[in-house]
């Protein structure tokens, strides 16, 4: 594993014991409680967290041995899975974190170094250096941690995994035609990027905010209450889901 892998399982590695430790807390009454999905209960948070540390470690395996691996078998299957495990004792679900999340740093562990370069593809999206399913893991984990809503929320998340995720998850709404067209200005560092449809000239709206207040609300998990609005109707655009 080279360097940056490394530092990449660090972090994840330290995301996935803060969300074990919310996830230890929870009693088999809490965790079928909602959590904050819609029409999801902590269990079936906790088990798709579980379910895709096998999915991303599948990929990793596609990278390191070159046969073609699928993260899931299909959505339906990863569904079934996720609605299967949903309701089990909280120690169990727990439990299927933590094994989960150890097999697939194993997994990674045992790439050698140009394997990081292989083209694998997720369920959905075009193929992508196998590099990056260290990202998609880390994402995973820190964002289904606030979805847990057992009092992770997004001003816990670290300042290196909001500065690192901002630019992509911004840069996932470029090109959507679904999305209104604007410009996000963060105020730490000074950076900005345009969501929306293609180039049309300067977008109607700017969104100005902290980097956490935008990636909160990017990814659905604000209501953008901290951001500033400037230029159209002077509204917060109304945002299709993150994907």
């Known amino acids: 594993m080279d360097d940056q892998a490394r530092r990449s399982m660090t972090r994840i590695g330290e995301a996935t014991d803060r969300l074990l430790a919310s996830a230890a807390a929870l009693t088999d009454a809490t965790a079928r409680e909602p ?20 999915g991303l470690g599948n990929l990793l395996r596609w990278a390191r041995t070159g046969t073609k691996t699928p993260m899931y078998a299909s959505r339906e299957a990863r569904a079934a899975s996720i609605e299967a495990g949903a309701g089990r004792p909280a120690a169990e679900l727990t439990a299927d974190v933590r094994r989960t999340a150890i097999t697939f740093a194993a997994e990674a562990a045992s790439l050698p170094g ?9 369920l959905v999206g075009p193929p992508m250096p196998a590099r990056r399913v260290l990202d998609s893991r880390l994402r995973e984990v820190e964002i289904h941690h606030v979805d847990l809503g057992a009092g ?6 670290p300042a290196e995994f909001v500065a690192d995720s901002l630019p992509a998850v911004a840069g996932s709404f470029a090109g959507r035609e679904d999305t209104p067209s604007c410009l996000l200005r963060a105020d730490r560092p000074d950076a900005e990027w345009r969501i929306g449809p293609g180039d049309q000239g ?13 990636l909160a609300w990017l990814t659905g ?3 953008g209450g901290g951001l500033q609005v400037s230029g159209g109707d002077a509204a917060l655009p109304v945002l299709p889901a993150w994907r």
């Open 114 to 122: 140009e394997a990081w370069a292989a083209q694998v593809q997720m």
């Open 202 to 214: 300067t977008p109607p709206v700017s969104v100005r905010g902290s980097p956490v207040e935008l």
């Open 221 to 223: 998990r604000g209501d």
């Open 35 to 54: 959590s904050a999905l819609p029409g999801w209960t902590r269990g079936h948070v906790l088990t798709h967290v579980a379910r895709n540390a096998d």
């Open 152 to 157: 992770y929320r997004p001003a816990d998340w």
